[in-house]
């Protein structure tokens, strides 16, 4: 039997009789096919095949990374579930250290897969540096393909059909990503018989992750913040709880109490982000959209309350000189930050060349505050932020902990503070309660 690769599929020519139930024929091409990612039964099931499907690749690859024993432990029960699975850990952990020892034990052509330009980059100068060798880039307008690739998500997928047999291993970051349906081709069409996903919290509300057990081979290691102590900066979590003015006040309770009269007529239970998408679904009527119109003006009054832009002021005058991220969930929040105080702002809007530019002057200590939305949840490295503030957010607990982990890299006699700004008597309350669950050491406002 001979097994080719084309477009997402193994092709066997000339298969015995008995095959197993994953190989399907397909009537278009008069062969018997099989999904990419079925390589690797495959060969464990035809050993004596006459694989083609991959040019041999073998890399010569050696560096002086110190790996802590969590680190180790993590590669060795990886390589034991037959070079494949997820492996779990807070960001600041040292994720992309697993990564590399993982790159350096297989020895062969590998795809590194990131959400971001940011973390793409960031990858690419790591490989580059620690394996001394040349890394190629998907993304970003780059389109350079070397034994070592590190790839944009969207590069990854646009380009699965072609580049599904070109490398053996695939390293996906953010794993949890990979569990959309859109992402799940990737896992679904590359040949990659090794496959090593990294992430700080694999479970999603959607249970969509139970795909990664399917095509990644599951979770095989996890470790969590109180676990590793010893590894991360001191921290702590100061939430400060701040009041609507009058006028805000009764604008959010009148749009609140539209939007929940909508629920209760509706019998709508708000119990996740699935039964929100039910009232999203349910709105494509004039009082479904005075409702829906009536929730995001809420939103925004807590969101955007004015004090909060003085207790911002305050905590900044608290900690002046200190390396500071203010994240918000809208891009609205962070530019009226940014114009408030004069400090550069990313969003999803700003340019590549400008966000790396002002990535490198907060590293370098020419500005020391930075604001942002959600894009920054994932892909910036910097080691010596310690105070991060949170002038609005989701409920969900990974956005929580990952904005909590841009703060943890340790530094000698480093110390933490992560500020959550909360409007009293609204929504928020109970969005701050969520997304905190699990994580350890947070202090009442009061204390501040």
Same mark, same amino acid.
Not at 14 to 34: G, S, T
Not at 44 to 70: G, I, T, W
Not at 82 to 91: A, E, Q
Not at 232 to 245: A, T
């Given at each position: 039997?001979r097994m080719?690769y084309?477009?997402g599929?193994?092709?066997l020519?000339d298969p015995?009789?008995?095959?197993?139930d994953?190989?399907?024929?397909?009537?278009r091409?008069?062969?018997?096919?099989?999904?990419?990612y079925?390589?690797?039964s495959?060969?464990?099931?035809?050993?004596?095949?006459?694989?083609?499907?991959f040019k041999?690749?073998?890399l010569?690859?050696?560096?002086?990374?110190k790996?802590?024993?969590?680190?180790k432990?993590?590669?060795?029960?990886?390589?034991s579930?037959?070079h494949?699975?997820?492996?779990?850990?807070p960001?600041?952990?040292?994720k992309?250290h697993v990564?590399?020892?993982?790159?350096?034990q297989?020895?062969t052509?590998?795809?590194?897969?990131?959400p971001t330009?940011e973390?793409v980059q960031?990858?690419q100068?790591?490989?580059s540096?620690?394996l001394?060798?040349?890394?190629?880039?998907?993304?970003g307008?780059?389109k350079?393909?070397k034994d070592?690739?590190v790839s944009?998500y969207?590069?990854a997928?646009?380009?699965?059909?072609?580049?599904?047999n070109?490398?053996?291993?695939?390293l996906?970051?953010?794993?949890?990503h990979?569990?959309?349906?859109k992402y799940?081709?990737?896992a679904r069409?590359?040949?990659?018989?090794?496959?090593l996903g990294?992430?700080?919290?694999?479970?999603?509300?959607?249970m969509l992750h139970?795909?990664?057990e399917?095509?990644m081979?599951?979770?095989?290691?996890e470790?969590?913040y109180?676990?590793l102590?010893?590894?991360?900066?001191?921290?702590?979590i100061?939430?400060?709880p701040?009041?609507?003015?009058p006028?805000?006040?009764?604008?959010?309770?009148r749009?609140?109490e539209? %939007?929940?009269?909508? @629920?209760? !007529?509706?019998?709508?239970t708000m119990? /996740?982000?699935w039964d929100?998408?039910?009232? $999203?679904?349910?709105?494509?009527n004039?009082?479904?959209?005075?409702?829906l119109?009536a929730?995001?003006?809420?939103?925004?009054?807590?969101?955007?309350?004015?004090v909060?832009?003085d207790?911002?002021?305050y905590?900044?005058s608290k900690?002046?000189g200190?390396?500071?991220i203010?994240?918000?969930?809208d891009?609205?929040?962070?530019?009226?930050?940014s114009?408030?105080f004069?400090?550069?702002?990313?969003?999803y809007?700003?340019?590549?060349?400008?966000?790396?530019?002002?990535?490198?002057?907060?590293?370098?200590?020419?500005?020391?505050?930075?604001?942002?939305s959600?894009?920054?949840?994932?892909?910036?490295?910097v080691?010596?932020?310690?105070?991060?503030?949170?002038?609005s957010g989701s409920?969900?607990t990974?956005? %929580?902990r990952?904005r @909590?982990g !841009?703060l943890l890299?340790p530094?000698e /006699?480093?110390?933490?503070?992560f500020?959550? $700004?909360?409007?009293?008597g609204?929504s928020e309350?109970?969005?701050?309660r969520?997304?905190?669950?699990?994580v350890p050491?947070?202090?009442d406002g009061?204390?501040?």
């Amino acid at each position: 039997m001979r097994m080719t690769y084309a477009r997402g599929r193994i092709i066997l020519e000339d298969p015995p009789a008995k095959i197993p139930d994953y190989v399907l024929f397909d009537e278009r091409i008069n062969r018997y096919v099989a999904e990419g990612y079925r390589y690797s039964s495959l060969r464990k099931d035809f050993p004596d095949a006459d694989d083609l499907v991959f040019k041999k690749c073998k890399l010569s690859l050696a560096h002086e990374e110190k790996l802590r024993n969590y680190q180790k432990e993590a590669v060795k029960i990886w390589a034991s579930n037959d070079h494949s699975g997820i492996v779990v850990l807070p960001t600041a952990a040292g994720k992309t250290h697993v990564g590399i020892e993982a790159i350096a034990q297989v020895g062969t052509s590998t795809l590194v897969i990131a959400p971001t330009i940011e973390l793409v980059q960031q990858w690419q100068e790591k490989l580059s540096k620690v394996l001394s060798i040349e890394v190629g880039q998907l993304g970003g307008g780059e389109k350079e393909i070397k034994d070592i690739t590190v790839s944009t998500y969207d590069s990854a997928y646009l380009m699965a059909e072609t580049l599904g047999n070109r490398f053996q291993f695939i390293l996906v970051d953010e794993a949890h990503h990979l569990a959309a349906e859109k992402y799940m081709d990737i896992a679904r069409m590359y040949a990659s018989p090794y496959r090593l996903g990294l992430t700080a919290t694999f479970e999603r509300l959607d249970m969509l992750h139970k795909n990664l057990e399917h095509f990644m081979g599951g979770k095989v290691f996890e470790l969590g913040y109180e676990e590793l102590n010893e590894f991360l900066s001191d921290y702590e979590i100061v939430r400060i709880p701040v009041e609507l003015e009058p006028e805000e006040e009764i604008e959010y309770n009148r749009n609140r109490e539209i %939007f929940t009269s909508y @629920l209760r !007529r509706h019998r709508i239970t708000m119990r /996740g982000p699935w039964d929100f998408e039910k009232f $999203i679904l349910s709105s494509w009527n004039p009082e479904g959209r005075e409702a829906l119109i009536a929730w995001r003006t809420a939103r925004e009054i807590a969101f955007n309350a004015r004090v909060k832009v003085d207790t911002v002021r305050y905590v900044l005058s608290k900690h002046r000189g200190e390396k500071t991220i203010i994240f918000s969930e809208d891009t609205a929040s962070a530019y009226l930050i940014s114009r408030e105080f004069l400090i550069p702002c990313i969003t999803y809007l700003t340019p590549g060349k400008e966000r790396k530019r002002y990535f490198e002057m907060f590293r370098n200590g020419e500005i020391t505050a930075l604001t942002t939305s959600r894009v920054l949840d994932e892909g910036i490295d910097v080691p010596d932020a310690s105070v991060g503030i949170v002038l609005s957010g989701s409920g969900s607990t990974r956005q %929580f902990r990952q904005r @909590l982990g !841009r703060l943890l890299r340790p530094s000698e /006699g480093k110390h933490a503070t992560f500020y959550e $700004i909360i409007a009293s008597g609204t929504s928020e309350y109970g969005t701050s309660r969520r997304r905190r669950k699990g994580v350890p050491r947070s202090v009442d406002g009061s204390k501040a």
